[in-house]
């Protein structure tokens, strides 16, 4: 979100969310049968959303030339996963505030935990629950691309307050978490972006090569 906002954009904010929980809607119905087709029609949704929308991120003097870069697809990336129920709160505060790249503090609290195998170790990341704004389940990380080809504050994964749901079964437990959707914070375009980053635990100390990067 922006530190401030006119009234008149105030409907091209709600049609920028509009179109992203569409956006997102279409890739779960796909991705149940073809994940890549998902993955390209967000990439391609994503980019003319950046180029051409009054709320993009993207500067208004660098929209036209905006071209989003990816890794290529890995399918070994896309997990469903079980929550694992998140570790007492210490001192009997259930709520904290995550890194912020504005003035504004955001009140989150643990939601679970994701465990992600791979060829390094298990990849154990923290999940939020946003308690103002709208609400919804909130997975940031950073891992070792970031200053370099990613932005150096980390990458999101999950906001569902915004739109970013890749799915999962809420009677089994789990969520779909497809770090080929990782994407960057607005605040990675436009420093007049707030936006709420990941903390220091859910820093993962490997590069994770998929989803979007800024060069």
């Known amino acids: ?50 180029r051409d929308h009054p709320q993009s991120p993207v500067p208004a003097a660098e929209r036209e030339s905006f071209r989003a870069r990816h890794w290529p697809y890995d399918p070994g990336l896309r997990f469903l996963v079980g929550v694992e129920a998140p570790p007492p709160a210490g001192g009997g505060a259930p709520g904290l505030a995550l890194p912020n790249s504005g003035a ?68 089994a437990g789990t969520l779909v978490v497809d770090l080929n959707f990782a994407f960057h914070p607005s605040c990675a375009f436009d420093p007049r972006w707030a936006c709420p980053l990941a903390p220091p635990e859910n820093r993962l100390d490997l590069p994770v090569e998929a989803g979007e990067r800024l060069r």
């Open 104 to 171: 504004e503090a955001l009140a989150f609290r643990r939601a679970g935990v994701v465990t992600l195998p791979s060829a390094a170790g298990p990849m154990r990341l923290a999940m939020y629950w946003m308690e103002g704004y709208a609400g919804g389940l909130f997975l940031p990380f950073r891992d070792e691309t970031n200053g370099g080809a990613t932005y150096g504050a980390g990458r999101y994964v999950l906001d569902t307050a915004k739109g970013a749901d890749l799915g999962g079964d809420p009677a």
């Open 1 to 50: 979100m922006t530190d401030s906002i006119d009234a008149g954009d105030r409907l091209w904010l709600a049609d920028w969310r509009r179109r992203v929980a569409e956006l997102y809607a279409d890739v779960r119905a796909t991705a149940a049968s073809d994940p890549e087709a998902a993955w390209n029609a967000w990439r391609a949704e994503r980019e003319a959303l950046y």
